[in-house]
């Protein structure tokens, strides 16, 4: 990890230093732009309770709040200049708390200027086809991100949930050809936003073909997310020590025809379990490695300007404990699944904003929800009602 660390870190050195060389301009004036996202919305279930210990909602990120609630108010500045630019992207808000769940370290776990900081970062476009980025950024991994305005549904899926939402780090983006490009990064462990508590790194890898009918982006992260690893034979006698973490995520989508669009995104994570050092020997203390896996189908289509209608499926499955507590994990092997029907609408009001009446169906294997007799379901049905704003 710290010789391909540094690495990277020469190519970089020699990448400014052949920049020098050929540019000593003085960079020309930028321009400075506002944007962002004001969103809210009402949500209830239909076959369980809504209030109180027993209020029941999908075990996914965002959009689980009961009755009328808020999303999140999102502002983003952006300095684009000729060769170099900054991003400064602030949330507010239930939903914009819960993507920044990483942060403040720098506060002691107490509120902070952090915690409203969704992406922070600095880049340069060293040339026509290099692009360097330094600070906190949103997971290049998956199919949906945390803006409401990007994604058709409101509510969002088990992988982008569970996956990566951010990471701060140092990430070169390199325009291969027309349709080919590839991204290497080296960041902290997985939404350690701030900065690095533990002094390990996480290497982040992408390959992306694009053309005018659709893309695909296949995408890695490894590293050791935990810091209880050792690499130089010293005891560790923690036995709750993970070890390195894996995933690989394919995103595809394509429009098949002037109306209708069709995406999809599977993703497989795992960890192996701790281990630690008995002279010359590795010990493993944990047995079997944990993680997820999962794939979703998104079929969308527009038949005006003003509506759209489109539909996600998704199956997501844990293995050995892989995310404790959070799909119906059974008490004996700790596995268990999910699949998620959501239908959505996308009704354009004026332009600017969007309204999602949203329904929603979760089923697993174990009783993981209540009725509204209070008595274990395997399913859960919900509806919710979103508007969302973009300027």
């Given at each position: ?208 073909y694009s053309s005018d009918a659709g893309s695909t982006y296949l995408n890695f992260v490894y590293g050791d997310q935990d810091g209880k690893l050792s690499n130089d034979g010293t005891l560790i006698t923690d036995q709750s020590s993970l070890g390195k973490t894996f995933q690989v995520d394919l995103t595809t989508g394509f429009d098949l025809s002037d109306k209708f669009y069709l995406g999809f995104n599977t993703t497989y994570n795992t960890t192996s379990s701790g281990e630690f050092f008995t002279g010359s020997d590795i010990q493993n203390v944990n ?105």
């Amino acid at each position: 990890m710290k010789n391909l660390f540094l690495l990277i870190l020469c190519v970089v050195l020699s990448t400014f230093q052949n920049a020098f060389a050929q540019e000593e301009t003085i960079e020309e004036s930028g321009s400075l732009t506002l944007s962002g996202s004001v969103d809210a919305y009402y949500r209830t279930n239909l076959n369980a309770p809504n209030k109180g210990e027993s209020f029941q909602a999908p075990a996914s990120s965002f959009g689980n709040l009961p009755g009328f609630s808020l999303g999140m108010a999102n502002i983003i500045a952006t300095y684009q200049g000729k060769k170099v630019g900054a991003v400064a992207d602030l949330v507010f808000g239930p939903r914009g708390e819960d993507a920044v769940f990483g942060s403040p370290l720098y506060g002691g776990g107490m509120a902070g200027s952090s915690q409203i900081v969704n992406q922070l970062y600095v880049y340069w476009n060293v040339s026509d086809k290099v692009t360097l980025t330094m600070g906190n950024f949103n997971t290049f991994l998956g199919y949906e991100v945390i803006s409401p305005t990007a994604n058709f549904n409101y509510s969002t899926s088990y992988m982008f949930s569970y996956g990566p939402f951010s990471h701060t780090g140092l990430k070169a983006n390199f325009q291969l050809s027309d349709k080919f490009s590839f991204l290497a990064a080296v960041m902290n462990p997985t939404d350690m936003t701030e900065f690095n508590l533990i002094g390990t790194y996480t290497l982040g890898a992408q390959l992306g073909y694009s053309s005018d009918a659709g893309s695909t982006y296949l995408n890695f992260v490894y590293g050791d997310q935990d810091g209880k690893l050792s690499n130089d034979g010293t005891l560790i006698t923690d036995q709750s020590s993970l070890g390195k973490t894996f995933q690989v995520d394919l995103t595809t989508g394509f429009d098949l025809s002037d109306k209708f669009y069709l995406g999809f995104n599977t993703t497989y994570n795992t960890t192996s379990s701790g281990e630690f050092f008995t002279g010359s020997d590795i010990q493993n203390v944990n047995g079997d490695g944990a993680g997820f896996y999962g794939f979703a189908g998104y079929l969308q289509t527009k038949p005006s300007d003003k509506f759209g209608i489109g539909f996600r499926g998704e199956y997501f499955s844990v293995f050995n404990n892989g995310l404790e507590g959070v799909v119906g994990l059974s008490p004996i092997t700790g596995d268990g699944g999910v699949f998620a029907a959501t239908l959505s609408g996308n009704i354009k009001v004026g332009g600017n904003l969007t309204l999602i009446p949203e329904l929603r169906l979760d089923s697993m294997k174990e009783e993981f929800f209540v009725n509204k007799n209070l008595n274990g379901s395997k399913g859960l049905a919900s509806f919710l009602l979103a508007a969302v704003f973009a300027f």
